[in-house]
């Protein structure tokens, strides 16, 4: 297995680890604000990696490694791949978060494909997984941004970047104190319901600093939201990441550095 650094740049930075034996360790945070720094970043992890895998919050064309649009980074937006090759000498994987969140489920084991995971901290990402395990994308170039959809319902009628994120949870907890993860979880429950009608996943993989942050909160009003899904809909397995790197681990499999589980 060919070791390497992986990257993710999102809404609250950027961490970076590197890949050994299909391994991430050693993730910590990175100060990077232009391609130079992220390349400098990557080097101090590794001077001579085999392959360099970046999830990035926003609109990215992976198969160009192209950046179209990205609040956390706007410094990244354009060909950020052929930037990264160059200054870095290696073989280089630029995906949009979401699909990054998707693939970590195959490094999962006992999971059950198709899946779509949903990433929640500073805003919201999506991916999803075919039953064979690979990415399902939309039909342009990007990848999914479900984070338009609108969240109607306690109140709220947002969209769900703003709603299920940072800021929506912040405004919870200012009106509701100590109730908010409850009126949030329900708000994720509902969201999910839509979604899960629309992708008929088998696993839903929730991840992000919100859901490793409110933890617990969200298993029992999450859970009586997906009851209500329509008979015709299964009812599929919720897993909740423990972990604020996950990102990291689909990343590794993009760029080759991390093996799929075996089924």
Same mark, same amino acid.
């Given at each position: 297995?060919?070791?390497?650094?992986?990257?993710?740049?999102?809404?609250?930075?950027?961490?970076?680890?590197?890949?050994?034996?299909?391994?991430?360790?050693?993730?910590?945070?990175?100060?990077?604000?232009?391609?130079?720094?992220?390349?400098?970043?990557?080097?101090?992890?590794?001077?001579?990696?085999?392959?360099?895998?970046?999830?990035?919050?926003?609109?990215?064309? +992976?198969?160009?490694?192209?950046?179209?649009?990205?609040? +956390? +980074?706007?410094?990244?937006?354009?060909?950020?791949?052929?930037?990264?090759?160059?200054?870095?000498?290696?073989?280089?994987?630029?995906?949009?978060?979401?699909?990054?969140?998707?693939?970590?489920?195959?490094?999962?084991?006992?999971?059950?494909?198709?899946?779509?995971?949903?990433?929640?901290?500073?805003?919201?990402?999506?991916?999803?997984?075919?039953?064979?395990?690979?990415? @399902?994308?939309?039909?342009?170039?990007?990848?999914?941004?479900?984070?338009?959809?609108? @969240?109607?319902?306690?109140?709220?009628?947002?969209?769900?970047?703003?709603?299920?994120?940072?800021?929506?949870?912040?405004?919870?907890?200012?009106?509701?104190?100590?109730?908010?993860?409850?009126?949030?979880?329900?708000?994720?429950?509902?969201?999910?319901?839509?979604?899960?009608?629309?992708?008929?996943?088998?696993?839903?993989?929730?991840?992000?600093?919100?859901?490793?942050?409110?933890?617990?909160?969200?298993?029992?009003?999450?859970?009586?939201?997906?009851?209500?899904?329509?008979?015709?809909?299964?009812?599929?397995?919720?897993?909740?990441?423990?972990?604020?790197?996950? +990102?990291?681990?689909?990343?590794?499999?993009?760029?080759?550095?991390?093996?799929?589980?075996?089924?």
């Amino acid at each position: 297995m060919r070791n390497g650094v992986v990257v993710d740049i999102g809404g609250s930075g950027t961490r970076i680890g590197a890949v050994v034996n299909g391994n991430v360790v050693g993730v910590h945070g990175a100060e990077v604000a232009t391609a130079q720094d992220l390349a400098t970043a990557v080097l101090a992890v590794d001077r001579s990696p085999a392959g360099v895998g970046v999830s990035l919050n926003g609109h990215v064309d +992976a198969d160009r490694g192209r950046v179209v649009m990205s609040r +956390a +980074a706007a410094w990244a937006e354009g060909d950020l791949r052929t930037e990264l090759v160059s200054l870095i000498d290696a073989p280089v994987s630029v995906i949009g978060d979401g699909d990054a969140h998707a693939l970590a489920l195959t490094r999962l084991p006992d999971v059950e494909f198709g899946g779509i995971a949903i990433s929640l901290g500073s805003s919201l990402a999506f991916g999803a997984l075919n039953h064979h395990g690979a990415l @399902i994308h939309p039909c342009g170039h990007t990848g999914w941004d479900l984070g338009h959809w609108r @969240i109607v319902g306690d109140g709220t009628n947002t969209e769900a970047w703003w709603g299920l994120g940072g800021h929506g949870l912040y405004d919870l907890e200012r009106e509701h104190g100590d109730g908010a993860a409850e009126v949030y979880a329900y708000r994720l429950g509902s969201f999910l319901v839509d979604a899960v009608q629309l992708f008929r996943p088998r696993t839903v993989l929730l991840t992000g600093g919100i859901v490793v942050g409110l933890g617990e909160a969200l298993h029992g009003p999450v859970a009586e939201q997906l009851q209500s899904l329509p008979i015709s809909v299964p009812i599929p397995r919720v897993v909740y990441s423990p972990s604020r790197d996950t +990102a990291l681990f689909g990343a590794a499999v993009a760029a080759g550095l991390a093996l799929p589980e075996m089924r």
